[in-house]
């Protein structure tokens, strides 16, 4: 929540978060979990409780439009709100997985789909690969039976399957080989769409 309050409120000190990333490079995210960790659990919900408020308050105040930084990119609020969706809903699996419990989508999954459909090029950008200048086709099936697509349908790249196999899938909660089981199709063009980076999405 931090970062994000940073971000918003104070762009310019966003610089000083960068070079800590960049410190400590793939241990960023675990020294911040790890100092989260530490903390007694009310001491640590209150302050999530209290960082989502000031987020959501911030969030407001900020034209839909207006770009800030982030991540090795720019955000706008429009962006930053299902992102946050995203994370929360990403995290949310790892406790669920932890806890061996199953939980029930909702339609709101389709905020997280939509982000992984809009993050197929910054993937390929995020791997140091040339995207595919051909059009895709995503063809998605939610818990209650409707079809979510995005794509002219006569495109040759395609990704098929349920709604919650493609977000688990995104996110990087679930493997390809633990997806296509379910009934998920890839192809070629969304090999690489789970190495979006983790940065991108973060939630600290």
Known sequence: MRTFLIAIRTPQAFDAV????????????????????????????????????EVAAALRD?????????????????????????????????????LDVSR????????????????RELSFYAAQLPAPAE????ELTSLDGQAWVWGPEDALQRVQGSALDFC?????RRSRAETDGDGMTWRKSFTVLAQFSNRSYAVG
């Open 18 to 53: 960068l070079k800590q990333a960049e410190a400590a490079s793939s241990q960023y995210a675990d020294l911040d979990a790890a100092a989260g960790a530490a903390k007694p659990r009310s001491v640590l919900l209150e302050q999530w409780r209290t960082g989502r408020t």
């Open 62 to 98: 900020v034209p839909l439009g207006h770009g800030f930084p982030w991540y090795g990119s720019q955000l706008t609020a429009a962006l930053m709100v299902p992102l946050r969706l995203m994370g929360t809903w990403a995290h949310g699996q790892d406790i669920f997985d932890a």
């Open 104 to 119: 029930r989508p909702t339609s709101r999954l389709r905020h997280v789909a939509s982000l992984g459909v809009i993050g």
């Open 135 to 138: 059009p895709f086709r995503i």
């Open 168 to 172: 688990l899938r995104v996110t990087q």
